[in-house]
Structures are given as structure tokens and as C-alpha cells.
């Protein structure tokens, strides 16, 4: 069945320095790709999507490029801010009833 | 702008009460879910719905229920409260056009403790 498997974390860097959070798939057919972005105590927010192959997705200096070659949508950014500091979640949908799935999550954590 | 509003927020039952969590959305969306998760990790589906009178189970029904009478309230009830349904319940929205759709908008979470 479809699946996302992404980077366990915690991971720490300090501020300005540059991010990569992994993730990769497992789909029948053209999902869309998605990263969602939890802060403490909040639900979880869109933070950018792609929904065909070397699609990317931007959106707060944070970036992500669907591969079907590699089954990847990994997110980068080049310089994190403290406030960047959250949950992170790669997801798929796809079929005919708009399914979701999700990652397991990586928290970031951001020092000044 | 609501969007997709959860009550209540925190609760506390103790084990074998049982009670309902609530969720409306008012973006007209057809399609609504229940998620929970667990502390460090991902989200399981519990169940979904695609429209009024529609529902269907997800990763793990087990212990709710749900009904779907209007497009915009989709309320998730659990019976028999049990340790093991300790956690935080998200109820998510989205449009549902079919594959490669838009995204899911979520509620902010209603924190579950069964004692």
C-alpha cells in the first residue's frame, strides 16, 4: 500500500545553517506530494505541496522537488531561523477517495 | 475565517466513560476526517467520510464510531474510554476532487487523557 517513510529526528542546527529533512515514497499511481509544518500546540498547517514530478514546492524560503525517479520530495532550506523550530511531516494523497498519509514526522530544533 | 473548529480542547475520562469529540468545518468541504496522534509519532487515520451519510473506517477504528449527517459536522464518538485511546484527536477537511488534489485543512487538536 501507499507510504511515506521520512528522517527520524530530532534534528538540531544552529541558526542560519542550512536544512535537508528526507523523504521518501511508496504509491500506485501520481500522488501529490506535501510537507506539513506543526508548531507546539497547534495542528498541522500546509506548508507547500507538488502534485506531478519535477514539480517544486516553495513557500517560506523552504523548498521540496517531486522525483519519481528516486520516489523522493525531500525539504531544504537554506538558512533556518529559531523560528523554524517544529514538527515536520511529509505526506501523500492520492486515490480515488483523496487518502492521506503521513510521515512519522521530524521535530527541528533551531539554536540561536 | 473558522475553517476547521474542534471541541473540546483538553478532557480527562477516566476508564469506560465515554463521550463525543466534536468537529465542524464551515468551507463546504466534502471530505473530513479523524486522525489521532500519538506522543513522537505520525498520524493514523480513524476514520473518513466523503460526504453527508458517508463514512468509512481507516488505519484504526477500533473503539469509535462515527456519523456524517450534515456536509459540515463529522463528530467522532468513543464508547468504552480506554488508556490506550490516549491522545491528541485531529479532525482535517478538504475539498475531494479525486487523485491530486488540494491539501487537508486541520482542526487544532482536541488532547484526550483516559485515567
Known amino acids: 500500500g501507499d507510504s511515506v517513510t521520512q528522517m527520524e529526528g530530532p534534528v538540531t542546527l544552529s541558526e542560519e545553517a542550512f536544512l535537508t529533512i528526507n523523504c521518501t515514497y511508496t504509491?500506485?499511481?501520481?500522488?501529490?506530494l506535501f510537507w506539513y509544518v506543526q508548531y507546539p500546540g497547534e495542528g498541522l498547517q500546509l506548508l507547500l505541496k507538488?502534485?506531478?514530478?519535477?514539480d517544486k514546492g516553495s513557500n517560506k524560503g523552504f523548498e521540496a522537488t517531486y522525483r519519481k525517479e528516486t520516489t523522493s520530495f525531500h525539504l531544504e532550506k537554506g538558512s533556518v531561523q529559531v523560528s523554524d523550530s517544529a514538527v515536520y511531516f511529509c505526506?501523500?494523497?492520492?486515490?480515488?477517495?483523496?487518502?492521506?498519509?503521513f510521515g512519522s514526522g521530524t521535530k527541528l530544533n533551531v539554536k540561536p | 475565517n473558522a475553517g476547521v473548529t474542534q471541541t473540546p480542547k483538553f478532557r480527562i475520562l477516566k476508564i469506560g466513560q465515554s463521550m463525543t469529540l466534536q468537529c465542524t468545518q464551515d468551507?463546504?468541504?466534502?471530505?473530513m476526517y479523524w486522525y489521532r496522534q500519538d506522543p513522537g509519532m505520525g498520524l493514523k487515520l480513524i476514520y473518513y467520510s466523503v460526504g453527508a451519510g458517508i463514512t468509512d473506517k481507516g488505519e484504526v477504528p477500533n473503539g469509535y464510531n462515527v456519523s456524517r449527517s450534515t456536509t459540515e459536522d463529522f463528530p467522532l464518538r468513543l464508547e468504552l474510554a480506554a488508556p490506550s485511546q490516549t491522545s491528541v484527536y485531529f479532525c482535517?477537511?478538504?475539498f475531494g476532487q479525486g487523485s491530486n488534489t488540494g491539501e487537508l485543512f486541520f482542526g487544532e487538536g482536541s488532547r484526550l487523557t483516559v485515567l
Open positions: 505526506a501523500l494523497s492520492g486515490g480515488n477517495f483523496n487518502k492521506f498519509y
Open positions: 504509491a500506485t499511481g501520481y500522488p501529490s
Open positions: 482535517a477537511s478538504s
Open positions: 468551507m463546504n468541504h466534502n471530505y
Open positions: 507538488a502534485t506531478k514530478a519535477d
